[in-house]
C-alpha cells in the first residue's frame, strides 16, 4: 500500500489510480475527501476519471490508514492539511494538478487553492460548506456525544440528510461503518477547531476555473445562500442538482464525476 513519509512523522497513505495510455504524460487529479471519511469514499468517481488523468486519493492526516489518531487536544486548523497535501504533491514530484473536494475537504481547497494559484489547474467543489463554518453552538453537544457513543451512532443518525431519502439502505450502511472508523480522537481535535474558520477572504483570491456542485434541497444552504458565495470565486459556475442529499459527491457520483470530467477538459 502507498505511503508517503513526511517531515516531521507523518505516514500519509494515498491510492493512485491510472489507466491512461502508457505511452502519454496524463494530468494528475488531486481528490480530497470529507470529514471522517478516507480516500475511498471517492470509488465511484475512478472509473470516470483515471482513463483520462492520473489520480491520486490520499487519506488526510488523522483518517483512514494516514498516521493515526491524532489527539483530541490537536491545535486542528485549515492550514495543516493544506501544508500536508501540498508535501505529498512534492514528494510526488507533481507540479500542476486539477483539485477535486467534497465536504469539509472542499472548504480545505478554497483556500489551497487560494494560497497555491500557480499549482491548481481547476477546482471543483461539490457539497460543501459555506466559507464560514459556523458550528460553534453544537460544539459542546457534539463533543458530548461523540465521547460518549463513539462515531457510528452519530454517523448513524445524520446518514439521511447526508445522502438523502433516495440513497440504498445498504449503500448507507456502508458509508456509516467507513466513516464509523475514524478515530474519535480526530474527530473531537476535528469539531473543537472548526467553527474557528473563515476561508471568505480567500475566495477572490482564487484563479482556476471553479465548478461549484451543489442539490436543491441540500442541508448545506439553499441554493442563492451557496450562490452568494459562489460568486466571490471568480470564473465560477454553479450546477444544481436535482435532490435532497447535501453530499452530492457521493448520493449523485455517477452525475458529478461526468460533469467534473467534462468541465475539466473544456477548461484545457
Not at 59 to 83: E, F, K, R
Not at 227 to 246: A, H, T
Amino acid at each position: 500500500m502507498p505511503k508517503a513519509l513526511l517531515p516531521p512523522d507523518l505516514s500519509i497513505h494515498y491510492e493512485v489510480d491510472d489507466y491512461t495510455d502508457p505511452w502519454t504524460t496524463p494530468e494528475v487529479v488531486l481528490m480530497m475527501h470529507g470529514n471522517l471519511e478516507c480516500g475511498q469514499a471517492w470509488y465511484a468517481w475512478v472509473p470516470h476519471l483515471a482513463r483520462h488523468y492520473r489520480v491520486i486519493r490520499p487519506d488526510m492526516h488523522g483518517y483512514g490508514q494516514s498516521t493515526p489518531p491524532v489527539p483530541a487536544d490537536y491545535p486542528w486548523t485549515i492550514d495543516l492539511p493544506i501544508d500536508t497535501t501540498m508535501a505529498l504533491m512534492d514528494h510526488l514530484g507533481v507540479k500542476k494538478f486539477h483539485l477535486i473536494a467534497a465536504k469539509i475537504g472542499g472548504f480545505i481547497a478554497r483556500r489551497l487553492a487560494a494560497r497555491f494559484p500557480d499549482r491548481v489547474s481547476t477546482l471543483t467543489l461539490i457539497g460543501t460548506p459555506p466559507p464560514i463554518y459556523d458550528t460553534a453552538a453544537r460544539v459542546e453537544s457534539l463533543t458530548k456525544d461523540i465521547s460518549e457513543n463513539g462515531i457510528k451512532p452519530w454517523a448513524r443518525r445524520t446518514m439521511g440528510g447526508r445522502l438523502g431519502k433516495n440513497f440504498p439502505p445498504e449503500g448507507m450502511e456502508w458509508w456509516i461503518k467507513m466513516m464509523g472508523r475514524t478515530p474519535v480522537s480526530t474527530q473531537l481535535a476535528f469539531v473543537k477547531n472548526i467553527p474557528k474558520a473563515d476561508i471568505t477572504p480567500d475566495l477572490p483570491k482564487i484563479k482556476c476555473p471553479t465548478l461549484v456542485i451543489t442539490t436543491e434541497g441540500s442541508a448545506l444552504g439553499s441554493v442563492d445562500e451557496m450562490r452568494k458565495w459562489q460568486v466571490l470565486i471568480p470564473n465560477s459556475r454553479l450546477l444544481v442538482l436535482p435532490g435532497d442529499s447535501y453530499h452530492a459527491a457521493a448520493s449523485d457520483a455517477d452525475v458529478c464525476a461526468k460533469e467534473t470530467l467534462k468541465f475539466i477538459q473544456a477548461a484545457k
